[in-house]
């Protein structure tokens, strides 16, 4: 059972798991958001024939080597966040690499992707991808502070930075993380709001306003690595909440029903809000988000 | 196996079926026809139940919506857009304007006939034609696409000598560069 085919066939049922759940969960945020606005909406598979369409379109762009490598960077991102992110707790087929990884790599990780992305959508020369890659590091810059205090807070409390280590202290307390360090779980979620994308935080994609941004010159084969890296990455993040504040999940309905709930966080949060301005998102983030990950971090020194 | 007849009759099913199902517009505002799209795209017509979805940039549309009346000025940016959309990629005139010339038929500056210099795939009668209209010349769109008979794209590389030609009377200051793939 310990064998290296065993675990590579593991990988890949992880990657085309995370792969038709991530899509089906885009599917039916377009559904929500259609019956929200009174609409009847597209089938909840819309996004898989979208996917099927655009892999069979011809991709007869040259922009230099970069761009086309800039795809490939954010797939790259995306399979490697969820082979370390642990997907079920204590099963054979999903144990990829999620005992050695730890949440300092994680975050490095989970910024590589956008950056080769930047570097592709650089090399387009289209102005448009420039301003929304611009917009995209500052949003970065935004969200990523108060993430990064709701982790390190984590990891003071429990003195881990294991992931595995904190769904076993959920275990062996009872209590999920979310109602043991509430102020953290209050930070990550507003967080999350920007790591998404959605309204009010798409600045970088606004498709009315910068032409989809940096990924204006990607058509075809290009901008189906970009959705399926996009919905393998969500399911990574949906499954690194539910580890860290939701106690993990031992079986797959389980882990569907919890990812769901936290994605329906962003999702709602979107669909009823403009977009802001560049500013605004970080003063946003800069703002509630800090603070609760300023108390988070108290609240981990004094307990 | 791979470039086997029959095989390859199904792959084109399954491919056309996807194309049909998920038609990625760019709505190329040039008239007053422009105004006729939210309404189709909104709440009340919701072209999205059918696949039919705003594409924002012409790297990622399918299909090509003029909607009105071409000038000289605008067919140059139009021929553009046309040639940098990716295969398989379809056209739509919108409204008797690019049919005949519509209202505009004794104009000086505006083309008459759309076909001569794009290949249409579809037309929409109308001046101008309702969201029903436009729904229901989506939904030929689609037909043509499942029956692998909305050839636009081919025909413009078949007969490329001729739509330049055409082009290339009306642009007197030609600048761009060539179609090439």
Redesign the interface.
């Given at each position: 059972m310990d064998s290296i085919w065993y675990k590579i066939l593991g990988a890949i049922v992880t990657v085309v798991m995370a792969f038709i759940v991530g899509l089906t969960y885009m599917g039916l945020s377009?559904k929500i958001t259609?019956r929200v606005?009174?609409?009847?909406?597209?089938p909840f598979y819309?996004n898989f024939?979208?996917a099927?369409?655009l892999a069979?379109?011809?991709?007869?762009?040259h922009h230099g080597f970069l761009h086309h490598v800039g795809p490939a960077f954010m797939m790259i991102t995306s399979i490697m966040s969820v082979m370390i992110v642990p997907i079920l707790t204590g099963d054979q087929w999903f144990s990829n690499l999620n005992f050695k990884g730890d949440l300092i790599f994680l975050l490095y990780i989970m910024v590589f992707g956008p950056l080769g992305m930047a570097l592709g959508a650089g090399q387009t020369g289209n102005p448009?991808s420039a301003i929304g890659v611009t917009r995209g590091l500052s949003q970065m810059v935004g969200f990523e502070i108060p993430w990064v205090m709701a982790l390190v807070a984590l990891m003071m409390q429990y003195h881990t930075t294991s992931i595995v280590d904190l769904i076993n202290v959920q275990h062996q307390s009872g209590t999920w993380l979310m109602f043991s360090s509430p102020f953290a779980f209050i930070a990550a979620v507003l967080a999350m709001l920007g790591m998404f994308r959605y309204s009010p935080f798409d600045i970088v994609g606004a498709?009315?306003e910068l032409?989809?941004g940096p990924?204006?010159?990607?058509?075809?084969k290009y901008?189906f690595t970009l959705m399926s890296s996009n919905s393998i990455f969500a399911f990574a993040k949906l499954t690194l909440y539910v580890d860290l504040f939701l106690g993990g999940a031992s079986n797959i309905p389980v882990l569907l029903l919890k990812t769901f709930a936290i994605y329906l966080i962003p999702m709602l949060y979107g669909i009823v809000s403009p977009r802001y301005r560049t500013e605004q998102a970080i003063r946003y983030f800069w703002g509630w988000p800090l603070f609760f990950g300023i108390l988070a971090i108290l609240h981990a020194t004094v307990f | 196996m791979i470039n086997d007849k029959n095989s390859q009759k199904i792959v084109d099913i399954?491919?056309n079926w996807?194309?049909k199902?998920?038609i990625w517009v760019l709505a190329y505002g040039t008239g007053c026809g422009a105004i006729e799209i939210p309404p189709t795209m909104?709440?009340r017509y919701?072209a999205?139940?059918l696949?039919v979805r705003?594409a924002?940039?012409?790297?990622?549309?399918?299909v090509l919506l003029i909607t009105g009346y071409l000038t000289t000025k605008t067919l140059k940016r139009v021929i553009r857009v046309y040639e940098q959309?990716?295969?398989?990629k379809y056209v739509i005139g919108f409204g008797s304007c690019t049919i005949n010339g519509g209202m505009y038929y004794d104009s000086y500056n505006t083309i008459k006939l759309l076909d001569r210099y794009l290949p249409v795939d579809v037309y929409i009668n109308g001046c101008m034609p309702r969201p029903e209209a436009v729904l229901a010349g989506f939904g030929k769109l689609q037909k043509l696409i499942a029956e692998g008979k909305a050839t636009g794209a081919t025909k413009y590389k078949e007969n490329i000598e001729w739509y330049k030609e055409n082009q290339k009377k009306v642009i007197t200051n030609w600048v761009m560069p060539d179609y090439n793939?």
């Open positions: 377009r259609a606005q009174n609409r009847k909406g597209p819309q024939i979208d099927l369409k069979s379109k011809t991709s007869a762009i448009n498709p009315t032409a989809s990924v204006s010159e990607n058509g075809g901008l | 399954i491919q996807s194309r199902h998920s909104t709440s919701d999205e139940r696949g705003g924002a940039t012409p790297r990622q549309a399918d959309m990716q295969d398989p793939w």
